[in-house]
């Protein structure tokens, strides 16, 4: 993988992408014909997130992908309070137990490897391949392309305008931690919201209303995309590297 890796990042990132899903997306239906939730998704999440670590740790590469202190001026970031509110959505219709405390610990724990995995092959390895040649495209590409990811809970048997609604949501979701990311050059504060979101999900109360999930869907769009802006305008940064690209 380093070969490829030191060969062409964007290549590299790609395929860490699509093993990501087809090995997710087989070990969520195998763990559905064993009849326990993410029996089989736990130890697979455990190890791909093994494997990227120790691919970034064996190369030193723990502040190329943002594995490090934030290095942001939190009062411009609002102190991550818009962050919490993200993350609060899926408690909004009220807190249950939906499944067994060895289900809801399998769930959370694979949750957790989720936020790891999907914010460095997203926001670290591919935004990191694509930077190098136009900051503005990196940005898009990254944000849609994690977006587009979701599309494979369909196949998970998930209603499809409740995924196309996640996709919409996700993409103003990754486009806001692109640019954490970018700016603050640590991606920690985006694993740890990434996570948190997905581990809570297992104790929402579904509101099978599609009124309330367009709603939830314009909300996690709006502030996502307000705080993102609001990053934009007080830091500059990117607005510089965009001039420079430009020249």
């Known amino acids: 993988m380093y070969r490829l890796y030191k060969k062409n990042e964007l ?3 790609l395929v860490w992408i699509i ?7 087989i070990a969520d239906n195998l763990s559905a014909s064993f009849g326990t939730l993410k029996i089989i998704t736990a130890p697979v999440s455990i190890i791909f997130t093994l494997l990227i670590l120790g691919f970034i740790n064996q190369h030193n590469l723990w502040e190329q992908y943002g594995l490090c202190s934030f290095q942001g001026d939190l009062k411009k970031y609002l102190y991550f309070i818009p962050l919490i509110l993200i993350t609060s959505v899926n408690l909004w219709n009220g807190i249950t137990m939906n ?5 809801t ?3 959370i724990l694979s949750m957790i490897c989720v936020g790891v995995i999907e914010e460095i092959i997203f926001r670290g ?8 040649d136009n900051i503005k495209s990196a940005v898009f590409i990254s944000s849609i392309t994690f977006g587009m990811g979701h599309i494979v809970n369909l196949l998970n048997g998930k209603a499809v305008i409740s995924t196309l ?3 919409c949501y996700a993409a103003a979701i ?3 931690f692109t640019l954490i990311f970018y700016k603050g050059k640590s991606i920690l504060p985006c694993i740890i919201t990434h996570a948190a979101i997905n581990s809570l999900s297992i104790f929402a109360v579904h509101n099978a209303s599609l ?6 869907a314009v909300i996690l769009c709006i502030v996502p995309i307000a705080y993102a802006l609001w990053i934009l305008r007080k830091t500059k940064r990117l607005d510089k590297e965009e001039n420079r690209d430009g020249q």
């Open 11 to 13: 290549s590299f990132s």
């Open 19 to 25: 093993a990501y899903v087809v090995s997710l997306s």
């Open 99 to 103: 499944t067994s405390i060895t289900e």
């Open 105 to 107: 610990a399998l769930f």
């Open 125 to 132: 390895f591919l935004f990191k391949a694509m930077c190098k």
């Open 165 to 167: 609604l996640q996709i």
């Open 174 to 176: 990754g486009f806001l």
């Open 211 to 216: 009124q309330s999930g367009v709603i939830t």
